[in-house]
């Protein structure tokens, strides 16, 4: 019963689920714990983070001079970019345009790997400007500020671990993206869409917190 | 000939004169499928439950086995019998396996995976697939943590403490660090799991307040898995990067804090008491109504204290650390903090006791570890409330005066919990009821041995024997004679059931679907459980506990 150019939209029942509503809603409902799970764990990073910055001043704010503030500023425009398509691709699957929202699917994985490489952009500068103090058998630019080496170590372990998000994201939001552009997809699995672009979101959402709390808070 | 369960199909190699096998009543979750894949990859709750049990069993064998190799070394003073890093990679094994093996997943992974679908009246958990990975992330864990043991083992205690862990140990620790972090994740997906299938799929009718206890505690627990399991996921990743790439986040010399480690640590591991204490509260406040014949005394309290002790013990970590350098206000707030523990736990024992309480009573196995449960665990928070004075803590801490004290807790409290609720929930997981006699021995028995093992290390840490030392000043030997000797008792009390539990699988009586009368949707099917839980649609019942024997309070609600 859908209108032309859209496919019909719904959830296709599983076993041991009672209801489709009840589906959809234990769908959600996972989604959010996991990533209540992951907020915790990015937190006590930023905690340490943050106990460093109390306890060396100094040192942390001239290591933090020393990150690419410019490349960190686009990439969170581009990161913020990405979760607009992936709205669009959540709005379009409610309508049942499933064309559009593939495109908008493959926008954000677009956007998502242009962060990567900007990022990985940002790494080789801080290679060739002797930033990897986790290196040993590398000289460290900072070497006369000892706790400076430690803020650089975590912005490497915060930034990591959110690139592994991102990365595994990207990976996920691929193949769901060739499952969602076959034929009838939207009608037995629309949900999909919504729960991942809930994950999506968050990944965004950690960015828009690493980024103050490294980059800007210290400058 | 009713219910039939033969395939039917023509074997080509069998011999058509021999009939098919036949089972004379409907196939059950056991009975459904016989191969291995279907074991391997169900993704039946139960089935699932039942490979936990088979897993966590044998790690609760390989700690037990170190535990009494450490109790062998105690028996004389001057540390003769191992060396001193075979000795500290023993208990750092007994530890590591009995915590993050056993006592963890021990309730909720195995009992908490069987039943919280058929306590709400649910077909599954709201993620099987979810469920199997969770166990396949668990065995993974496992994996590493007995590589780092074959290689030669790891001597930094179970709590990874550093500086030891990150500069001077010179043992496995990565390989047991990858195992600890990556067993963490299967408990994330199993509370996950949890929290949505308490919350969305409930038969209709099963309100929160009709739920059974069980499923309360573990909710509560299960909040702790998501909130409390990534901060040690951290913790041991950065342990793990300070150890490999040495980042200096533990390392004063790059301006880090190895007490930051603490507190990231306990962040987590004070929680993890209640991970492993609330799920038996629930199997007790299960089994005593059942053997008390009589309704759970103060059920929303029951309830609520569990909430209440999940969020409570968040803010108590710092206890871990009074004499670490913490600043005397924070000692003091964490102090005051860790008294609260004590409320919602006195709750529950209260109610207890109440429900027990003129009710009329049967003791069989399951109530003789619940009612040793109360008493040891009254004995083990009671101690704790020693170690959270200031003054005391100061005598006390790092002695066996600890170890006494959460043994009580952990032994006492989980693993009586634990056998009390397999006694009572074997029929239902197998459909064959054990020899009672034998259960009663060695309820008995285990409750003997552990005081005897564990009552004189209260004594020994009060007269200051420290903890993780095997050699001591020869006047503690009398009482660490009587400790190892207890723990002998203790492990002939192991034994017992898992010699008379397996043997009943094949030769035991067929349990009748309620063999103890009890209440609980669990109970209104076979036992063993049909694959798909319910023939029929569940009915939740409109009062939880509803026993004959009623306390005085619903008499009054009438009035």
């Keep these: 019963m859908s209108a032309p150019g859209t496919s019909e939209v719904g959830v296709r029942l599983a076993g041991h689920f009672a209801t489709v509503e009840q589906q959809r809603r234990a769908a959600v409902l996972g989604m959010w714990a996991w990533l209540l799970t992951e907020l915790l764990l990015f937190a006590g990073l930023f905690l340490t983070v943050l106990v460093l910055r109390l306890l060396h001043p100094e040192a942390v704010q001239e290591a933090a001079r020393h990150l690419k503030f410019w490349i960190g500023a686009t990439n969170t425009v581009v990161l913020i970019a990405s979760s607009l398509t992936m709205s669009g691709a959540i709005q379009l699957s409610r309508l049942g345009w499933q064309r559009g929202m593939v495109r908008c699917m493959l926008a954000t994985a677009a956007l998502g790997t242009l962060f990567l490489a900007l990022k990985g952009y940002e790494y080789h500068a801080d290679y060739e400007e002797h930033l990897m103090p986790f290196l040993g058998d590398r000289p460290y630019a900072l070497d006369r500020l000892p706790a400076s080496r430690l803020f650089i170590n975590l912005y490497y372990a915060a930034t990591g671990l959110h690139a592994l998000h991102l990365f595994t994201g990207i990976a996920i939001l691929l193949v769901l993206t060739r499952q969602a552009s076959r034929p009838g997809f939207l009608a037995a699995h629309q949900n999909r869409i919504e729960i991942y672009g809930l994950y999506w979101h968050f990944i965004d959402l950690i960015w828009i917190m690493a980024f103050p709390v490294l980059y800007v808070l210290n400058r | ?559």
């Design chain 2, 1 to 559: 000939m009713s219910g039939s369960a033969t395939t039917g199909d023509a074997h080509a190699l069998r011999d058509p004169g021999i009939p098919h096998a036949t089972l004379d009543r409907e196939a059950d979750y056991l009975h459904a499928e016989h191969t291995l894949r279907s074991w391997f990859f169900t993704t039946d709750h139960k089935r699932i439950a039942i490979l936990y049990l088979a897993s966590i069993t044998a790690f609760f064998v390989i700690g037990a086995v170190t535990a009494g190799l450490v109790r062998l070394a105690l028996v004389v003073p001057d540390g003769q019998v191992f060396t001193n890093d075979t000795y500290n990679k023993l208990f750092t094994i007994h530890g590591v396996v009995m915590v993050w093996f056993f006592l963890i997943p021990s309730i909720p992974a195995t009992f908490g995976n069987f039943l919280i679908p058929l306590m709400i009246g649910a077909r599954d958990l709201a993620f099987p697939k979810l469920n199997l990975a969770s166990w396949y992330v668990f065995m993974t864990g496992a994996f590493f943590t007995l590589v780092s043991v074959v290689l030669g083992g790891v001597d930094t205690g179970w709590t990874f403490y550093t500086p030891l862990s990150t500069a001077f140990s010179n043992t496995w620790v990565v390989p047991a660090l990858i195992g600890v972090t990556v067993v963490g994740f299967s408990s994330i997906l199993t509370g996950l799991n949890f929290v949505v299938t308490i919350h969305t799929m409930r038969a209709p009718g099963m309100t929160w307040f009709r739920l059974p206890i069980f499923v309360w505690t573990h909710y509560a627990t299960s909040l702790i898995f998501l909130l409390a399991t990534p901060v040690i996921t951290l913790a041991l990743v950065l342990l793990i990067l300070e150890r490999a790439f040495h980042i200096g986040v533990f390392d004063p010399a790059y301006g880090g804090d190895p007490v930051l480690f603490q507190h990231l640590f306990w962040f987590y591991s004070h929680p993890a008491v209640y991970i492993m204490v609330l799920p038996g509260m629930g199997v007790i406040s299960e089994i005593v109504p059942a053997f008390a014949r009589k309704k759970l005394f103060g059920y929303k309290f029951v309830a609520y204290a569990a909430i209440g002790l999940a969020s409570v013990t968040f803010f108590v970590w710092g206890h871990h650390m009074f004499v670490n350098g913490q600043s005397d206000l924070a000692s003091l707030a964490f102090s005051v903090l860790s008294f609260a523990v004590a409320v919602p736990s006195a709750v529950k024992v209260y109610n207890w006791t109440a429900t027990i309480h003129k009710g009329s009573l049967r003791l069989d196995t399951p109530m003789l570890y619940a009612m040793g449960y109360i008493g040891l665990f009254v004995l083990g928070g009671l101690t704790g409330l020693y170690l959270a004075t200031l003054a005391i803590n100061q005598h006390v801490h790092a002695t066996y005066f600890v170890v006494a004290h959460f043994h009580y807790i952990m032994v006492g409290g989980t693993v009586l919990a634990f056998l009390g609720g397999l006694h009572f929930w074997w029929p239902k997981f197998t459909g064959r009821m054990y020899v009672e006699s034998w259960g009663r021995i060695s309820a008995f028995l285990i409750f003997i041995g552990f005081n005897v093992t564990f009552f004189p290390q209260f004594i020994l840490g009060y007269l200051g024997m420290p903890r993780r030392y095997h050699v001591y000043p020869p006047e503690f030997q009398f009482l660490n004679i009587l400790s190892s000797a207890g723990s002998t008792i203790l492990a002939v009390g192991y034994i017992f059931p898992m010699v008379y539990l397996v043997y009943s699988i094949w030769f035991g009586k067929r349990a009748p679907a309620n063999p103890w009368d009890a209440r609980g949707l669990e109970w209104t099917v076979a036992s063993p459980p049909p694959a798909h839980n319910f023939l029929t649609e569940p009915k939740a019942p409109e009062i939880p506990y509803d026993y004959p024997i009623q306390a005085s309070e619903t008499q009054r609600h009438h009035s």
